[in-house]
């Protein structure tokens, strides 16, 4: 069965392809200003990293919509879809595919460790620039692995034939094994309904009339995290390409776009960088995952914002927004 795609289509050189809640994206972004040949895993924690390569075995078309990315070319199609905010599902119809870390070189102080888990017969990289590990699971088809506990410069990854499926998921220390019981489609289903709800939520007035209302909802919905380090709300990025923080500028207008709808992860919006205010009252200029800066210093531009969005919660009796702003 083809999984359909509907919803706003865009091109991921422009839109990362995401999921709210993950600290990770899909694109060929992997730097400021850079830009891969292949799609890669670009993970935000503890900077901005290129993890993962995915290199289909044949050119190949690539789409994105909300909830599913695809690769089509030389007869065969390659689908990937959020099953959660750290899981994703790949599956491949006479398509391959090679996924191999980004980085070919292990140093004592950066790069990918590559081994075989005897446990449960995953595939595993522990990468020292995120701090994190990345999984694969073969759920369907033969994984045949390149470079497994290789030391220096080497390739490391699986290759993947035919037809197959792997869940790939990012975690920290150690985990169950991947035990995800839902069949592609229900994964590719519920990443919709996700979407569809919060684009409900912020944008009910949306028509024909508003195209790019949809693709607005779903920057916010994908560049949004779940607390993590530094960042101690469920925040809005402003992208999950280089701009991979939350100021004290632009967070205002992001809790302006989410008030009518979400009251509450607006609130999240205005009141992070409320939360690490310093002693003298200085708000930091920008908070991402490891990383506050105060040494940039705005005007404020809070009073407006902040007026609106108590505008707009107030009709929805949401109590964070009754008691005044935030103090400093």
């Not at 701009?243 to 607006?266: I, Q, R, T, Y």
């Not at 205010?277 to 531009?301: C, M, R, W």
């Amino acid at each position: 069965m083809t999984v359909a795609a509907s919803g706003p289509g865009f091109s991921v050189r422009d839109i990362p392809f995401s999921y709210r809640g993950s600290w990770f994206g899909f694109s060929p972004v992997i730097a400021e200003k850079t830009y891969a040949q292949d799609v890669h895993l670009v993970s935000h924690q503890t900077g901005m990293h290129p993890v993962l390569r995915l290199v289909p075995a044949a050119d190949a078309g690539v789409t994105a919509t909300p909830h599913l990315l695809t690769w089509s070319g030389d007869g065969g199609r390659i689908d990937l879809a959020y099953e959660s905010a750290d899981t994703v599902r790949l599956r491949g119809r006479g398509l391959g595919l090679r996924l191999t870390a980004a980085d070919p070189d292990l140093t004592p102080f950066s790069g990918p460790y590559f081994y075989h888990d005897p446990v449960d017969g995953s595939f595993v990289f522990t990468v020292y620039q995120t701090g994190r590990r990345y999984r694969i699971t073969v759920l369907g088809g033969q994984a045949v692995p390149l470079g497994t506990q290789a030391l220096g410069t080497a390739e490391r990854g699986v290759t993947l034939a035919g037809d197959w499926e792997i869940a790939l998921e990012e975690y920290e220390t150690a985990r169950a094994p991947y035990g995800g019981a839902d069949t592609f489609e229900q994964v590719v289903k519920a990443a919709r309904a996700e979407f569809d709800a919060f684009a409900a939520a912020v944008a009910p007035w949306r028509s024909e009339a508003t195209p790019a209302a949809e693709l607005a909802a779903y920057v916010l919905w994908s560049a949004t995290v779940r607390p993590a380090g530094f960042v101690t709300r469920p925040a809005v990025l402003m992208s999950k390409h280089w701009m991979d923080k939350v100021w004290s500028w632009d967070h205002c207008f992001n809790a302006m776009a989410l008030a009518d709808g979400l009251p509450e992860l607006a609130w999240d919006q205005f009141r992070l960088p409320f939360d690490h205010q310093d002693a003298a009252g200085a708000l930091p200029d920008s908070v991402t995952h490891s990383e506050i800066l105060y040494n940039f210093v705005k005007p404020p531009s809070t009073a407006g914002p902040w007026a609106e969005c108590r505008r707009a919660a107030r009709t929805r009796s949401i109590g964070s927004w009754s008691a005044g702003p935030p103090s400093g």
